[in-house]
Nanobody
Framework: QVQLVESGGGLVQAGGSLRLSCAASGRTFSHYVMAWFRQAPGKEREFVAAISWSGGGTRYADSVRGRFTISRDGAKNTGYLQMNSLKPEDTAVYCC????????????????WGQGTQVTVSS
């Protein structure tokens, strides 16, 4: 089992930045791919970004590429999502997730999920 806890969400104006954290405990988190998903009210869960266990491979949704950066710190068992140039359409609950099955964008590939943290971007 892997337990994931997100933090760092909040209210920010458009054009601002936030950094989300995902603290992992349980099984060795460094063996897992880590990803971020988001879900806005009335919409389906959306893939945001994923990073390989080594940190050498990343994948981003087109909507965030160039603005968001995913990273991880193995020594701290923590993953991060740096979000810059935020837009109102980035408003959502952001969840981190972990899987053994590669950098796929489908939520069904991920075995472990955090509870999420709210990000609200005002215009």
């Amino acid at each position: 089992q892997v337990q994931l806890v997100e933090s760092g969400g909040g209210l920010v104006q458009a054009g601002g930045s936030l950094r989300l954290s995902c603290a992992a405990s349980g099984r060795t988190f460094s063996h897992y791919v880590m990803a971020w998903f988001r879900q806005a009210p009335g919409k389906e869960r959306e893939f945001v970004a994923a990073i390989s266990w080594s940190g050498g491979g990343t994948r981003y949704a087109d909507s965030v590429r160039g603005r968001f950066t995913i990273s991880r710190d193995g020594a701290k068992n923590t993953g991060y999502l740096q979000m810059n140039s935020l837009k109102p359409e980035d408003t959502a609950v952001y969840c981190c997730a972990a899987t053994n099955y590669g950098l796929g964008p489908r939520p069904s590939l991920y075995d472990y999920w955090g509870q999420g943290t709210q990000v609200t971007v005002s215009s």
